[in-house]
Nanobody, 124 residues
Framework: QVQLVESGGGLVQAGGSLRLSCTAS????????VGWFRQAPGKERECVAA????????YYVDSVKGRFTISRDNAKNTVYLQMNSLKPEDAAVYYC?????????????????WGQGTQVTVSS
């Protein structure tokens, strides 16, 4: 079992920044692919970024490319999502998820472990 805890959400003005953290309280995240997902009201949950441990490869959905950055701090057993130039359409509940799959995966069903989510609100 991997227990994931997200933090760092909040209210920010459009154009501002937030850094989300995903910390594993049980096993190390070093050998897991980790994804950040978001779900806005009435919309499907989508993968916005993912990072695989095996190659260090990353994935970003087109709408966040150049604005969001996923990174790891293995010493802290934490994966971050730095979000810059936030837009009102970025507002959602953000979840981190982990899987032992070595490849980059972006579908919800491919992730085994999920955090509870953290709310991001962006005011215009």
């Amino acid at each position: 079992q991997v227990q994931l805890v997200e933090s760092g959400g909040g209210l920010v003005q459009a154009g501002g920044s937030l850094r989300l953290s995903c910390t594993a309280s049980t096993r190390t995240l070093r050998t897991y692919t980790v994804g950040w997902f978001r779900q806005a009201p009435g919309k499907e949950r989508e993968c916005v970024a993912a990072n695989t441990w095996s190659t260090g490869s990353t994935y970003y959905v087109d709408s966040v490319k150049g604005r969001f950055t996923i990174s790891r701090d293995n010493a802290k057993n934490t994966v971050y999502l730095q979000m810059n130039s936030l837009k009102p359409e970025d507002a959602a509940v953000y979840y981190c998820a982990a899987t032992m799959t070595r490849a980059i995966v972006t579908m919800m069903g491919e992730y085994t472990y999920w955090g509870q989510g953290t709310q991001v609100t962006v005011s215009s």
